[in-house]
């Protein structure tokens, strides 16, 4: 079955750039989408379409995506950043898939 | 302002059923195709199943396929889930969403979610 691939974790200190991957051989035909998720809460939408950002979400937020791979990188990340990351995309069939998830650690 | 809000959840014990519904408001509910996805306790997100606005499309995961129906009713801005033959393994929180975003517009929403558990 399609994967989406991420890191389980990782950590930064307060200012530096966070960048969380995530790989699927479909990703170059599929836009991924990331979604933050704070403990205890729903997931939120911040990056969609491999690069736009949804209003209300900070700059410090963007991402990318080449070849197999989407980028989700936290420009001079805040300890408020701190939470579950995950991925999303389609198989190229339109099949739905997330991937499982990176903690990160701020 | 868009609300969404799940309830049915609860404990119920293997092969037994269980019911979600999803409240829609502060939007046009007839307008979006509506998903569920649901989340396993200290685990990532699974999707689950969608439906098209009309209801006429429907998707499954091959997880809970046959065993899951999801239906929605557009003149009660509701999404319901439909769980039969549970498994300890569909222990999870079950999210609606409606994961609408193309271009300039953002639809993406997210209930709080409600929890089943599948225990003996």
């Known amino acids: 079955s399609y994967e989406l691939t991420q890191p389980p974790s990782v950590s930064v200190s307060p200012g530096q750039t966070a960048r969380i991957t995530c790989s699927g051989d479909?990703?170059?035909?599929?836009?991924a989408y990331w979604y933050q998720q704070k403990s205890g809460q729903a997931p939120v939408l911040v990056i969609y379409e491999d690069t736009r950002r949804p209003s209300g979400i900070p700059e410090r937020f963007s991402g990318s995506s080449s070849g197999t791979m989407a980028t989700l990188t936290i420009s001079g990340a805040q300890v408020e950043d701190e939470a579950d990351y995950h991925c999303?995309?389609?198989?190229?069939?339109?099949?739905?898939?997330f991937g499982g998830g990176t903690k990160l650690t701020v | 302002e868009v609300h969404l809000v799940e309830s049915g959840g609860g404990l119920v014990q293997p092969g037994g059923s269980l019911r979600l519904s999803c409240a829609a408001s502060g939007f046009t509910f007839s307008n979006y195709a509506f998903h569920w996805v649901r989340q396993a306790p200290g685990k990532g997100l699974e999707y689950v199943s969608a439906i098209g606005s009309d209801g006429g499309s429907t998707f499954y995961a091959d997880s809970v396929k046959g065993r899951f129906i999801i239906s929605r009713d557009n003149s009660k801005n509701s999404l319901y889930l439909q769980m039969d033959n549970l498994r300890p393994e569909d222990t999870a929180v079950y999210y609606c969403?409606?994961?609408?975003?193309?271009?300039?517009?953002?639809?993406?929403?997210w209930g709080q979610g409600t929890l089943v558990t599948v225990s003996s």
């Open positions: 999303y995309s389609t198989y190229s069939s339109g099949t739905p898939v």
């Open positions: 479909d990703l170059p035909k599929k836009y």
């Open positions: 969403a409606s994961l609408d975003s193309s271009g300039p517009t953002v639809f993406d929403n």
